[in-house]
């Protein structure tokens, strides 16, 4: 695709946000041209989503300047100044995904689809053409829902299809528009993100275009045309993505190059520590594991196999059979809570910050001491200064942006709320630790510091066990990996066997091999 001397189909410029002091976007701009798929891209705080927010009228923009340098986005030729309401949005067929989803949890599918587009008769909703309009799209994007299920019901990776689907609808029509997705994929197997993929291109091939935030640059590889570089708020460059290397990519993000993305060295494996046995779930059968001090250990498979619920089993978070046992210490799983498992020297970290793993309106401190609170009584009092002096020193050491203690964690960029959330565990001094997804929505610098807080952990004696699907990852990362097929343990990867295409073959291999432990 020649793109650089097309009429931008959507101009937005002059875009300067603060939050109180603080510049977070500084006159950055974005030129959409008609048919691509143009990526956004920046470190985890440089400012993608406070952009995409004020395109979509979510937040205003600074005020104080010249008309010349006002604020705007113009799109198809019609130009608008910032902040717009949704309407307004609507019109200039602009359609957006936020990060968040914007899902209302208490509605049914049909009303999330419906919202702002009722079908009407005589002033009225007309609920019958409503029902077959949403049984209709769901069937046209291959989405088996009812369209009365409620979307607090839903899975992950359902809310994420039913928020894009809403999206996609809101610029469907006669005219071109834009389609703004932020992180769509983050929470979506791979088998969901080709599908939201082939939507993308087919919107491509109508002349709309589609602006895409994800920090998965193989993703930005594979769908995008150009990408626009964001760092600490500015514009650095747009770049042509077919003719930039991963590499070219990393360096335009992070401003300068990564070396070692993973830890160079392995902990030494000494005594296990975990022992699960015969754990089963509602997706998982008799999966037996040791796990050691020192050992970075993943269990994997294809999304939807099973291997996401063992750590949740394992540390009591969901119902099941089988026993746990942490340093000699063993429980029925069907008496095992959250409670107990950390008493036993157990952390654990779901994949979904925003509703599993953080308070999103308690302050970084506060999230930080959470699960260690109790060593700050004193004779019924509590040491806030010592609190806070702790929570401060332990968002140094994992490099908090911004080391704002008293911002409330929503504040806070994916990248560093997953820096935040782990610092809370370590502080547990957990003899195990599990991660569901460790690096979701989290960019490539963030992703190297996490990496050395893990390897560090295991270092100092924890054992880390990592449910991922990021094969890569986990070959790099790992002293072992556990493939799960069908919920049950179809093989392990070790040594020189253990290389992502290892992996992926035994994700993908039709049948169930016996592990080798
Ligand atoms: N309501 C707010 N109050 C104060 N600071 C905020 C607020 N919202 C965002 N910020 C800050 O603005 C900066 C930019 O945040 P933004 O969410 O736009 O980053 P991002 O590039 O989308 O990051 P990520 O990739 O992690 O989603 C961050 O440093 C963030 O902490």
Redesign the pocket.
Known sequence: MNSTNQEPLLRAEHLTKS??A?P?LKEAYLNIVSGEIHALL??????????IKLLAGQIAPDGGYAADNAPRVTVSGRSEGLPIDPKTAERLKLGFVH?DLGLVLSSTVMETLGLGRYRTQWGRINWRAQRSYTEETLRRYGLGLSPDAVVGRLSAVERAMLSIIRGIESISGEERGVLVLD?PTAYLPADAVHQVFEVLRRIKATGSSVVF?T?RLDEVKDVCDRATI?RSGEVVTTMDVASATTDDLITAILGTELTNLYPSEHTSVTEPVLRATNLSGAETRDVSFVASRGEILGLTGLVGDGFEEIIGLCFGASRGEGKVEVKGTEVEQKWLRPRRAMSMGMAYIPADRATSSGLMAASAAENLTMATLRRYWRSGRMAYSEEHKDAIEAMRRVGL??LAPD?PL???????QQKLILAKWLLTRPHVLFLHEPTN?V?VGAKKTLFDLINRAAQDGCSVVIASSEYEDLAHLCHRVIVIKNGAVSGELTGDQLTTDAITHRCLASTATPATS
């Open positions: 939050y109180g603080r977070v920046g470190e985890n705080g440089s400012g993608k989503s406070t952009l990060q992180e935030v920090h964001l942006r911004p911002l929503s504040s806070f960029s994916g990248g560093n929505g960019d």
